[in-house]
């Protein structure tokens, strides 16, 4: 584990303006654990991580944190710390087994209980719609791939909206669909696991034009507030000669463009549909899909971790996730980094932040997602000291904080994540959590980082009283 020299000063609260919102975040596969309890069905996550090689260790989802049954006591660790807002998400196949036709009410009255608990402590709930756990049966159809799977997105839109849309103010659609697209589909490390780019390019325009769908489906339900979550980063060339130029157009064209101008602009970029043409990998575009994609947001969550710096001439056979990206990948950070390898560039939020104020059409901003994982151990005097986590979060909030400054239209920010949990991928080797969690006894212990949050929390209201 690498640790970073310089601790910065405490986050100037003040900074942040009366109203923000502060919170952290989770996602259904990754905490809930009872896969098979109250007529769930199975997810692509089940079966992935159910696949021999994998995760790591073999890891699953089915049991995680016991959040499914322990959600009081998650709620009450919320409160005591004073979040403001918890960002989670519904788990599609406990609500729709089969992913269409048939609802199961003991899905959707798990998260109506979930909501009721967090209102009643005055924690706004802010739901996502889909964190991955696509339900299987649909995946046997296509999935993503599949055109229809975004009119089943519509569908299982309007039950949840239509069971919880009198007491959930904060509706997103996706997270993530980098994940769910060119992870899954091109660099097969995520569910479904395939390794096609013409795949990935379908899912990639088919998980946006669910988006628009089920955007459309919440105007129509009146939610009040609809927004989608993108993961985005500063791409940096390796050097500055034509070909690392190229390359970083071509990796940002698909970490960026590709997304912020068909949701913010209605037209993908003409260079990244050329490369993916290129690349046997056409975006599957009808008539009309640009203007359901770009209806207008109330939000657009920014999920930040790292910068990528990329280079040309890929040597270490490692799966890319861009597609026709065999000839160029990302190298690994020559600064402090977390357990994660991820660099810890705070100045790249920054910088996101301002260009998407500068390249796009104004948007209320939130980050959705922003936090790192370390190897927590609990100490003898049974706390989890966990100081490279707080400089995290204190350098990040001060760069949140900078972007403010200069005229970003920033309006909240959730840590990632709320409890140690199931990283995908990596199954329970990397936490990161503000609250540990001890996975024999399902003991839950705020970090002292959680503390810090808390800290800042506290002292922004103060500020602002
Ligand atoms: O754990 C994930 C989360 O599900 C989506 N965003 C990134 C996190 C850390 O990898």
Redesign the pocket.
């Known amino acids: 584990m690498t640790s970073i020299d310089v601790r910065p000063e405490p986050t100037d609260a003040g900074a942040f303006p009366a109203g923000f919102t502060w919170g952290a975040a989770t996602?259904s596969y990754?905490i809930e654990g009872a896969v098979d309890v109250d007529g769930r069905g199975p997810s692509i996550w089940d079966t992935f991580s159910h696949t021999p090689g994998r995760t790591r260790d073999g890891d699953t989802g089915d049991v995680a944190v016991e959040h499914y049954t322990r959600y009081r006591e998650d709620v009450a660790l919320m409160a005591e710390l004073g979040l403001a807002a918890y960002r989670f998400s519904v788990a599609w196949p406990r609500v729709m087994p089969q992913g269409r036709g048939q609802v199961e009410q003991r899905g959707l009255d798990f998260y109506r209980r979930l909501v009721d608990e967090l209102l009643d402590k005055g924690i706004a709930p802010w739901l996502t719609l889909y964190?991955w756990d696509l339900p299987q049966a649909l995946q046997d159809e296509g999935g993503w791939t599949a055109r229809d799977t975004a009119a089943r997105f519509a569908d299982y839109t309007a039950v949840v909206v239509q069971a919880l849309g009198d007491r959930v103010p904060h509706w997103s659609t996706l997270?993530?669909p980098w994940c769910s697209s060119l992870l899954s589909h091109q660099a097969g490390l995520h569910a479904p696991g395939e390794r096609d780019g013409a795949r990935a390019a379908r899912a990639v325009h088919h998980l946006l034009l669910a988006h628009g769908l089920g955007t459309q489906v919440l105007r129509e339900a009146a939610a009040p507030d609809v927004g989608l979550t993108l993961?985005l980063a500063p791409i940096d060339p390796a050097g500055d000669s034509p070909a690392d130029l190229e390359v970083q157009r071509r990796v940002d064209g698909q970490m960026n463009r590709m997304w912020l101008d068909a949701v913010l602009l209605g037209r993908y970029p003409d260079d990244v549909v050329a490369d993916l043409e290129a690349a046997g990998a056409p975006l599957p575009v009808q008539d009309g899909d640009l203007a359901v994609i770009s209806a207008p947001l109330d939000w657009l969550g920014v999920?930040y971790?790292f910068r990528n710096r990329v280079v040309g001439g890929s040597t270490s056979g490692k799966p890319s996730p861009w597609i026709g990206g065999q000839d160029y990948e990302e190298v690994e950070p020559t600064g402090p980094a977390t357990s994660m390898g991820w660099g810890i560039a705070p100045d790249g939020l920054r910088e996101l932040l301002g260009r998407l104020r500068d390249e796009y059409p104004p948007v209320p901003l939130v980050i959705t997602?922003n936090g790192s994982a370390w190897d927590d151990v609990v100490s003898a005097d049974g706390a989890v000291h966990d100081p490279a986590r707080v400089d995290y979060l204190h350098s990040h909030l001060t760069a949140a904080g900078a972007a403010l400054a200069e005229g970003v239209d920033l309006r909240g920010y959730f840590a990632?994540?709320l409890l140690d949990n199931f990283?995908?991928a990596q199954g329970y080797a990397k936490r990161?959590g503000i609250v540990h969690v001890d996975y024999a006894t399902q003991q839950r212990t705020p970090k002292d980082s959680a503390r810090a949050y808390a800290d800042v929390i506290r002292r922004h209201q103060a500020a602002h009283a």
């Open positions: 996602s990754q964190h997270n993530e993961n999920n971790y997602e990632w994540s990283e995908w990161f």
